[in-house]
């Protein structure tokens, strides 16, 4: 068949990867001039099945209501008069209870090790490479009550089989020995061997170089204005350079995702949940993480990517500007002045949008519309989730079953 995929992320070009792989005609329109110049360009880098799990959860809400009035808070939310916030944050509350919880964890999980097992795949057939590391994630809490949470975590870790290791403070500095030099002291630590990272950023733009070897075919600096029907059934797009034919499309729009598909009568509860990130360049010297810490204190994950840091965190919910507040910001590098106080970070922080669904799980697949497919709402797990999604995605595409349960990832689930 000849597929459109829209939107050239880090779950487009995976998308459009395997459905060439699959035997297709695959184009991928995109309106930025290159793969992976919007969420997926300075992520923070981490590969985690691991920690993959909904933001809802229970005692979230009085968690987050605290964060909003902490200093340096993690979470900030800018009201707008948009229905659509209002109902993604109603739903979000819905899901804190226990019962849903476990019921998305579990979602989540499974897509999570399944799109590990894809990339680990891909990397061993292609050798494609990404700054890639496998020195886990590293949990770091700086005081006993945050470290007493983590032993409530060990159990749903326990639960589905996910390696770890609660250490003391003393342990987190043998698994990181360069925060011997952070400007605090840790009570302890959960160390996620197993977990991974890499730049998402490089290994789409990589992965885009083998899909055309593979014959896709990029339109980039091309914007999508609308879907095209014919009736009940997609036959393409009109774009800023014209329509384009297609037999099947994918839509894989990041945040936007929402916007265009209710245009057609399709109602997503995708809304943009907005993160900051640094990135610093090492010198052979400086001291920084081997892999990746997590800083609970402020929510932000610092990861190595070959000879750079990224320090990356902060979730706004306040729309789809790329606008840079200072508040964001500014939590970002307390937390990366604190733990790595000799790196040297670009001037300029980055914003990306997260395509959060407010139950967690990404949805995956038919749509109700004829041959329009979606792979959208990966959140803050997507580059963890990009493999495998792409891979199921285009198996639905061909008609083939995929290989784990879809339960749970449907439209309309
Ligand atoms: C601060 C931060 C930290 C994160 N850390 C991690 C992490 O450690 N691990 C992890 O797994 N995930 C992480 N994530 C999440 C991850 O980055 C996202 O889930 C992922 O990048 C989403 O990919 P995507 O392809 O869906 O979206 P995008 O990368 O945004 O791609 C969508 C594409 O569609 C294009 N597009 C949109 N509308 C149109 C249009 N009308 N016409 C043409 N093109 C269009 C856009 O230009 C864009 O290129 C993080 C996110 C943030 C913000």
Redesign the pocket.
Known sequence: MRVLV????????TSAYYLARAGHEVTV????SG??????????????PGFAGPWAAPGMPGKIARLLFARHAPVALRPQLDPYQWRWLALFLKNCGAERFARNKARMQRIAHYSKGCLTELRAETGIAFDHGSGGVLQLFRTEEELAGAAKATRVLEQFGVAHCLLDGKGVLAVEPALGDAAITFAGGLHLSEDETGD?HKFTVALAQLARLCGVTFRFD????GLRLDGNRVVGVT?SAGKVDADASVI??????AL?LRSVGIDLPIYP?????FTAELDADTPAPRSSVMDEHYKV?I?RMGRRIRA???AEIGGYDLAIRRSGPETVLASLRELFPQTIPDAKPW?????MTPDGPPYLGATGITNLYV??G?????????CGCGRIVADIVSGRRPEIDMDGFQVGR
């Open positions: 829209l939107g050239a992320g880090v779950i487009g070009t329109v995109e309106r930025q793969p992976a110049l919007e969420t997926s360009f300075a992520n923070a880098g981490g590969i985690c998402c091309t914007r999508i204005t774009t894989a729009l990041g945040s936007e995702a265009m949940v907005k993160g900051y990130s994950m990861t990356a965190g902060v914003a990306g949008l997260r395509p792979n959208v990966q959140g803050s797990n997507g580059w963890t989730q990009a």
